[in-house]
């Protein structure tokens, strides 16, 4: 099919639950759709991770400790470059910028497509933390009010890209995971669970994004 030129598929948002990759059956599954996004021309993948918040602290670490290794150790069985794959577990995980921004140098069959996992962080957390911040500068003279503009937000985001689409299960309810940024994405839902996705789901969703037209809040 035509693909309508308007939308461009650059970064896509794929919204799980910890239920849908506590089996390394789904793990691998999802890596091995990764040739299929990345040969669509998507250059940043998103997988988040949406924790029950009815899990307590110490429940919500091990589950996220447990996912981490085994995103890891697939990482390793599948031979994914490690520097196009990452992990963030919580606020403190650096995440360098240029991880979006810069070309891609280590195509493979894959293109150039960069895999971001993120565990459990909540968009309206995020946003207090930033407001929170800027507070404490106008309150140290470092700042003023007329300072908090729509940039000044974007400047501060964990994660800057803009998500054009986001694919999430019908069984899910949304979350807030980057709030600010998935203002005006798209939205496409799976009947599937992640362990019988193909490659053909994912075509589906990619032709019915294109087909759109987006009107980006209008």
């Known amino acids: 099919m035509t693909k309508n030129e308007e939308n461009r598929l ?6 799980l639950n910890e239920s849908d ?8 599954n999802l890596f091995s759709r990764f040739p299929v996004i990345g040969n669509e021309g998507v250059e940043n993948l998103i997988v988040y991770v949406d924790i029950l918040k009815t899990i307590d602290d110490a429940g919500k670490l091990s589950l996220i400790s447990a996912l981490k290794r085994q995103i890891e150790s697939t990482v390793s069985e599948k031979s994914f470059p490690e520097e196009k794959i990452k992990v963030v577990e919580n606020y403190e995980t650096p995440v360098d910028h240029k991880f979006f921004s810069e070309p891609k140098t280590t195509e493979n069959e894959t293109g150039n497509l960069s895999v971001l996992f993120v565990l459990g962080l909540g968009g309206r957390d995020e946003l207090k933390r930033i407001l929170s911040d800027f507070i404490d500068s106008c309150r140290a003279g470092e700042s003023i009010p007329s300072e908090m503009t729509s940039e000044y937000i974007s400047s501060r985001l964990k994660l800057p890209p803009e998500p054009d689409l986001i694919i999430s ?19 496409y839902f799976f009947e ?10 994912f ?16």
């Not at 650059?10 to 919204?15: A, D, E, F, R, S």
């Not at 599937?192 to 789901?201: A, E, G, Q």
């Open 21 to 28: 990759l506590l089996d390394q059956k789904s793990i691998l």
């Open 203 to 218: 075509k589906k969703a990619f032709d019915n994004f294109y087909k759109r037209e987006r009107r980006y809040g209008a």
């Open 192 to 201: 599937k669970d992640v362990s019988r996705l193909t490659d053909v789901d």
């Open 10 to 15: 650059k970064t896509l948002l794929l919204i």
């Open 169 to 187: 299960h019908s069984k899910h309810a949304l979350t807030d995971f980057m709030i600010w940024q998935t203002a005006y994405s798209e939205y």
